[in-house]
């Protein structure tokens, strides 16, 4: 279908705008009601390229949007988008959405994966999920701990990644075994006992452990890794930055 305008909301008091404004406030919200807001162009176009994700647009009054976009549209004035925008200078396009979900059936035949345990910045997750989607991995799991991955920090941090790449909240400790079944190497991130990244070849399979910045990997994950790998720190600086460093790691250990 083409874009279809259903309606016109004028007041900040209507009770679907409280809502979009809980889904870009409160993490609860996001959580119960499996949904997200993004904002802006290109986020909005990403989604629309995902069937079956976007419920519908929001677009201010004053904006024009391209012919093509496929979805029902509700007409906001600039007081309402001012309202659900979390940035300073919305270009006033929105696109309520679902969150994507993926049973077990799909899971268990993933075997490029990022773990991530316990970062807690939310554009640290967004660009881990953005990297992992260029590197081609077939999930990112997030475990205690994490951002939440539809925060919206998270997500504009992404670039529309959340689209492309299946990213899951689990318990990290399940997926470890389920990838010790499934004979998928694991390499984690640590300095006790670990390779230089200089050391590791690329690998068809893989999974990817990676940690908090202040105290690293969880010892009890850590400890079940395969591997245990650092990267080679050549000036005065203390660490790298956690996404800077997954980075790294993915492209060294991806297979072309």
């Known amino acids: 279908m083409y874009c279809l305008l259903n309606k016109r909301i004028e007041s900040t008091q ?21 949904e997200f807001l993004v904002e802006g162009y290109h986020l909005v176009e990403e989604a629309l390229k995902r069937g079956g994700t976007v419920i519908q647009l929001l677009v201010r009054e004053d904006i024009e949007i391209p012919a093509d976009w496929q979805a029902s549209i509700i007409e906001i004035t600039a007081a309402v988008a001012k309202e659900i925008s979390e940035t300073e200078q919305t270009q006033g396009v929105f696109a309520y959405c679902k969150q994507p979900q993926y049973d077990e059936t799909q899971q268990k035949n993933w075997t490029k994966l990022l773990l991530i345990d316990a970062v807690q910045d939310p554009g640290n997750i967004g660009t881990m999920i953005r990297t992992a989607d260029a590197a081609g991995l077939d999930g990112v799991i ?14 504009r941090s992404a670039q529309g990644s959340h689209f492309h790449i299946p990213v899951i909240r689990a318990e990290l400790g399940e997926w470890l075994i389920h990838l010790k079944t499934n004979n998928v190497s694991l390499m984690g991130t640590g300095l006790h006992e670990a390779v230089s990244l200089h050391d590791i070849k690329p690998q068809s399979d893989f999974a990817l452990l990676v940690g908090n910045e202040g105290s690293g990997v969880n010892t009890d994950l850590l400890s079940q890794a395969d591997q245990v790998v650092k990267i080679p720190l050549y000036g005065q600086a203390e660490s790298l930055n956690v996404a800077v460093a997954t980075g790294i790691l993915l492209y060294k250990l991806r297979t072309h």
């Open 142 to 155: 997030l475990g205690k701990g994490c951002a939440d991955p539809y925060n919206p920090k998270t997500v």
């Open 14 to 34: 209507n009770s679907l705008v409280k809502h979009w404004k809980k889904l870009v406030t409160i993490r609860k919200e996001r959580d119960q009601t499996k």
